[in-house]
Every structure is written in structure tokens, then in C-alpha cells.
């Protein structure tokens, strides 16, 4: 679980620190160049609305994650933790890709393929905590 919460965090940190912060500073230029102003936090650019929304989405997701994740370690099995968490923050990674580029008024069905299986893992993991704690010995 150790590795796979630092591969969280660094999944995290790149799409914070990279994605999003990229997106900004090349839009801005964008927008100057063509003589417009770029409204970061009010403009509805769908570039700017989409490496925030991968941003916010996996931010939103770490604490329920990582929760389950130690918790299924601690109590049941540290090497599905392991396996699990692993294909967890895999999905995760897959989750700006399948949202795309740009987002548009409706957002892409396309991130089911990635929030389906990984609410899934989390409610495996919670599951069987909870499992582990009230069933009959």
C-alpha cells in the first residue's frame, strides 16, 4: 500500500502540477496572441475545464480511496490492498485520457470506463473491512 499511495500522490502532483498548470500557461499565451484576455477562474475554456476537472476529480476521490485502501490492508489482506490499489491509481491515469481534451457542455460518458471499476474497488475494499470486522468467527 506504501507504493501505491506514493503513485497516488505522484499521479496527483503531476496532474496538479503538470496538466493543469501546463494548460494554464499555454492557453494564456494562446489568448494573448490572438489579443484576448484568458479568465482563469471564470472563463469557461474547455481545455482549462477539462485538466481542472482531472485535477478536482482525483483530488475528490484520494480520501475515500486511500482510506479503503489502508484500511483493507490493515484488517484483511495487505497483498490485495496492494494488487488493488494498484489498478486503482492504473484507472486513475486513465481518467484524463477518456475525459479528453477539452470538456464540453456534457461531460464524456467515456470516464465510466474509469470511475465504474475504480467505485468498484473502493467498495470492494470498504466491503470487506467492514466484512472482516462483523462476521461471525
Avoid at 502532483?13 to 501546463?22: A, E, I, M, V
Avoid at 465510466?112 to 462476521?135: E, K
Wanted: charged share 15%.
Amino acid at each position: 500500500p506504501l507504493t501505491v499511495t506514493g503513485a497516488y500522490f505522484g499521479l496527483w502532483y503531476y496532474l496538479l502540477l503538470g496538466l493543469q498548470r501546463s494548460t494554464k500557461y499555454r492557453l494564456r499565451d494562446e489568448y494573448a496572441a490572438r489579443g484576448e484576455v484568458f479568465d482563469r477562474y471564470f472563463g469557461q475554456d474547455g481545455q482549462m475545464l477539462a485538466a481542472d476537472r482531472a485535477v478536482v476529480n482525483t483530488q475528490e476521490q484520494m480520501v475515500p480511496f486511500l482510506s479503503a485502501l489502508w484500511l483493507h490492508a490493515v484488517f484483511v489482506s495487505t497483498r490485495q490492498a496492494t494488487w488493488l490499489g494498484a489498478a486503482y491509481v492504473l484507472l486513475r491515469c486513465a481518467y484524463p485520457l477518456l475525459l479528453g481534451r477539452e470538456l464540453s457542455k456534457t461531460q464524456s460518458k467515456r470516464v465510466f470506463w474509469a470511475t465504474g471499476p475504480a467505485y468498484a474497488i473502493v467498495a470492494y475494499l470498504l466491503g470487506s473491512v467492514l466484512y472482516a470486522a462483523w462476521a461471525p468467527s
